[in-house]
């Protein structure tokens, strides 16, 4: 029987997005926009960055109260526990202007569900979260969350109780925002790796719970939107 | 209930004021959109299961060198007229490429997936700005695919 895939381990085959894609970055550095040294710099330490130390200052949050306390009080001195220096370790050693400003860490409560979004434009904790997914970008998500948000969990698969609060945090210039969730039942013992594990980037951003045995996003949107965005 | 960040608002007058949310298609990139192979077409056929093109840190370092804030890193959080001037014509301030971006996705790239939108996009507005036209772009992708071709 025929394979479905070639067994190959990478694309053998430059597409033209990714001409276009050298295409610019090349000209943009002919024409001075920026240098390609400070493109190679930024281009490695972005090649840092994922979901994992957030996921960390969560369970160890769980764990320790003392911390968890900390982490509500001040993001950024909470992320040096978990290896992110806001401030020091970036390329510039002076911090980034979209990111460094302000990391605030929004306690869940049984009662109380935060989600975080960027009305403006695509604002996102990437020192501590990494790389934003596609939906956290679009004007649906964007526009909608803030009017529906009931609507938008459920689309996500997150169906609320009428008597949880949910608190929409909108992200901006000076401000990025992860979400502490509620420590799920069915976890007591747990280490701290164990407890990371299962908080996923969208348990972060508010559009998912953790839950013992998951460990993965989900694709996403999950239902059809209810009330869709128009332009 | 919350709402929607009243700077939106602002900018979106602002943009539409200086006629940012006026295009016409980029003959060049709607051949790329048309032609052009996105990564989950790629994936499919090579059996890779990365989901993002091993590009697309890069497109994201360019957009933020592009807000040439992170090498000056008070500039891109100060006010526009706070900044330093002599520099503001080599930028592209990020809120507005972003406004700009969800303006020509909706307009040009709806169909198109991400990042390969992005990507469109941020080239429709770097040519609409004038910090490089289509025949160089033109140009530099038959330079780079011959290049990365005949390796």
Not at chain 1, 92 to 106: A, E, K, Q, W
Not at chain 1, 127 to 143: A, D, F
Not at chain 2, 56 to 66: F, G, N, S, V
Request: overall charge negative; proline content about 8%; hydrophobic content about 35%.
């Amino acid at each position: 029987m025929a394979e479905k895939h070639k067994p190959a381990p990478m694309v053998d085959e430059v597409s033209e997005f990714e001409v276009l894609e050298i295409a610019v970055r090349e000209l943009a550095i002919e024409k001075g926009l920026f240098s390609a040294e400070d493109h190679q710099r930024w281009t490695e330490y972005m090649h840092t960055l994922g979901p994992l130390p957030a996921a960390r200052l969560v369970a160890k949050a769980w764990l320790d109260p003392e911390f968890k306390k900390l982490a509500v009080e001040d993001g950024v001195k909470a992320s040096l526990e978990v290896g992110i220096d806001w401030v020091n370790s970036m390329p510039t050693h002076f911090g980034t202007p979209s990111d460094y400003c302000n990391l605030r860490v929004l306690e869940d409560t049984p009662k109380l569900k935060h989600v975080v979004v960027c009305t403006l434009c695509s604002c996102y904790p990437r020192p501590i979260l990494g790389q934003s997914p596609e939906w956290y970008r679009t004007p649906n998500y964007r526009r909608r969350l803030v009017r529906w948000p009931r609507q938008v969990l459920a689309e996500f698969g997150l169906q609320l109780p009428d008597d949880v609060e949910v608190r929409v945090e909108d992200s901006n210039q000076k401000s990025r925002f992860i979400v502490l969730p509620v420590r799920p039942e069915g976890t007591e013992g747990w280490s701290e790796d164990q407890l990371a594990e299962i908080v996923t980037r969208d348990c972060l951003i508010g559009v998912a719970v953790p839950k013992p045995g998951k460990t993965a996003n989900d694709p996403r949107p999950v239902r059809p939107a209810v009330n869709p965005y128009h332009h | 209930m919350a709402e929607i960040n009243p700077k939106y608002h602002e900018l979106d007058n602002e943009m539409r004021e200086r006629k940012l949310d006026e295009s016409t298609p980029v003959s060049l990139l709607e051949d790329v959109k048309h032609k052009g192979r996105v990564w989950d077409d790629l994936c499919e056929e090579y059996g890779v299961d990365n989901p993002d093109p091993p590009w697309r840190i890069t497109l994201e370092a360019t957009c933020d060198m592009l807000a040439g804030g992170y090498w000056e890193t008070f500039n891109v959080c100060k006010p526009k007229e706070e900044r330093n001037p002599e520099e503001e014509e080599k930028k592209l301030d990020a809120v507005e490429r972003r406004w700009e971006e969800d303006k020509l996705v909706e307009k040009y790239y709806e169909q198109v997936p991400f990042p390969e939108r992005q990507l469109l996009a941020l080239a429709h507005t770097m040519i609409r700005r004038g910090l490089f036209d289509e025949e160089e772009l033109a140009r530099r992708m038959e330079e780079v695919d011959q290049r990365l071709n005949s390796a």
